[in-house]
């Protein structure tokens, strides 16, 4: 098991048809992006049509899971009981995914220490057997 940075009360997300390839990933400590392969349009969180070109073909293309923060809040409430407060939730520019950006958590990190073009790098949470979450943290210097 993965270090663990939340709490098992965390509001956690569903799979569907759509979202299931990139959950079975998540959950091998792999970060995908769905990938058109009629004009290889990026997307993130996936759908069933490019909305480029209006393709239903698409597959899932691995990417390094480091970036950047691209801006970031600190939450001073709990969601869950048992939660460390206070918490950050970040929108990470992902490397190589064509411009992709993904809301997230930063851990790791003191809320107060974290700046806009911060250099981070994926960390998975495992949250049970199934489910793996992409949280991220700041690139060891
Ligand atoms: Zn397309």
Known sequence: MSDRFFPDGMPQPL????????????????????????CEHTRLPPSPLCPECRSEDADWQE???????YTHTAVHRPIAGGQELPFVIAVIALEGSGGLRMIS??????????TIGMSVEVVWEDMSADLALPRFRPVPQ
């Open 105 to 114: 958590n930063l851990v790791g990190v003191d809320p107060g220490e974290v």
């Open 63 to 69: 990417i390094s899971g480091r970036g950047e923060v």
């Open 15 to 38: 799979a569907d048809a759509i979202s299931l390839p990139f959950w079975e990933a998540a959950s091998e400590h792999r970060l995908v992006v769905q990938r058109c392969t009629a």
